[in-house]
């Protein structure tokens, strides 16, 4: 069974920082793209940002500078460093994979559960 569980979500007041983590667990042999995105309240899903099994990141404009994305692909992990947390960071944040290899079974845009991410005085 496969399964994306994230952790390390919060609250914390502006200015603050908190860790997202995320591990695949299960029979995986290969992750493509790795990533966060995150979902407010009345809004659409959006791309925080990704990074790929070779490296390559993509960074949403909004939390440039301020975000930093990082991935482990031996242990099947990635994680979201967010500083300077503004309340418009204020959103659930789930951890994606686009394409996910297992023993003769390959998920596609698979998400975790996601985790609560709340930013206020």
């Known amino acids: 069974q496969v399964r994306l569980v994230e952790s390390g979500g919060g609250s914390v007041q502006p200015g603050g920082s908190l860790r997202l983590s ?3 667990s299960g029979r995986i042999f290969s992750i493509n793209t ?5 979902q407010a309240p009345g809004k659409e899903r959006e791309l925080v940002a990704s990074i790929t099994s070779g490296g390559s990141r993509n960074v949403a404009d909004s939390v440039k500078g ?8 031996a242990k099947n992990t990635v994680a979201l ?3 300077s947390l503004k309340p ?7 951890c994606n994979a686009d394409k996910l290899q297992t023993m003769g079974v390959i998920f596609y845009d698979y998400w975790g559960q996601g985790t609560q991410v709340t930013v206020s005085s």
């Not at 790795?34 to 995150?38: P, V």
């Not at 301020?66 to 692909?73: A, E, K, L, Q, V």
Request: net charge neutral; with cysteine.
């Open 22 to 24: 995320c591990a695949a």
């Open 34 to 38: 790795m990533g966060w995105y995150r």
């Open 66 to 73: 301020r975000f930093t994305i990082s991935r482990d692909n």
């Open 81 to 83: 460093q967010m500083n």
């Open 88 to 94: 418009e960071d204020t959103a659930v944040y789930y």
